[in-house]
T-cell receptor, first 107, second 111 residues
Framework: AQRVTQPEKLLSVFKGAPVELKCNYS??????LFWYVQYSRQRLQLLLR??SRESIKGFTADLNKGETSFHLKKPFAQEEDSAMYYC?????????FGTGTRLQVFP | NAGVTQTPKFRVLKTGQSMTLLCAQD?????MYWYRQDPGMGLRLIHY???????AKGEVPDGYNVSRLKKQNFLLGLESAAPSQTSVYFC??????????FGPGTRLTVT
């Protein structure tokens, strides 16, 4: 079965602390994974896709096929990173989203 | 380009009433999607379309119908609204192999 698991509903950190948002997937084949971000009351927007191997707003994510993970990391969190983060897996004709993790960054 | 737009932005319905949500995109995308977003449940796919004139069921299709008569528009209908359909509805579009672009959302309350 194709599935995305984000085990944390809420992650709270202080400004300047490292952040890791966990994402695990289940997929037979070569997966294509994404991170989407939703700032308060805004539309979802793409943050990262693993095939581009970019760093956006200081965030990185590495695909680990052995652990079937695609965790999102940032070494020093900023208050403006507070948002809802969704991990997604490309399925047939659609994306499969995890349930999301809300990141709260306190000053 | 306006990207993906949704109308209306907000709506309050009474139980049993019907309504249609409109999604429009100006990027000539083949694929369009309707999701609902609920606290703790994340994004759940309601219905989607892989091209004009086609529709398919997603994860939570019951109580909803869709139509894709024109490539740029994807309509989501609620024939008889129920309180369980209180949610924020997002539309998205894409072309094969690319990222999904989302609309701003429609906040629906069913009383």
């Amino acid at each position: 079965a194709q599935r995305v698991t984000q085990p944390e509903k809420l992650l709270s950190v202080f400004k300047g602390a490292p952040v890791e948002l966990k994402c695990n997937y289940s997929y037979s084949g070569s997966p294509e994974l994404f991170w989407y971000v939703q700032y308060s009351r805004q539309r979802l927007q793409l943050l990262l896709r693993h095939i581009s191997r970019e760093s956006i707003k200081g965030f990185t994510a590495d695909l680990n096929k052995g652990e079937t993970s695609f965790h999102l990391k940032k070494p020093f969190a900023q208050e403006e990173d507070s948002a809802m983060y969704y991990c997604a897996l490309r399925g047939t004709d659609k994306l499969i989203f995890g349930t999301g993790t809300r990141l709260q960054v306190f000053p | 380009n306006a990207g993906v737009t949704q109308t209306p932005k907000f709506r309050v319905l009474k139980t049993g009433q019907s309504m249609t949500l409109l999604c429009a995109q100006d990027m000539n995308h083949e694929y369009m999607y309707w999701y609902r977003q609920d606290p703790g449940m994340g994004l759940r796919l309601i219905h989607y379309s892989v091209g004009e004139g086609t529709t398919a069921k997603g994860e939570v299709p019951d109580g909803y119908n869709v139509s894709r008569l024109k490539k740029q528009n994807f309509l989501l209908g609620l024939e008889s609204a129920a309180p369980s359909q209180t949610s924020v509805y997002f539309c998205a579009s894409t072309r094969a192999g690319y990222e999904q672009y989302f609309g701003p959302g429609t906040r629906l309350t069913v009383t």
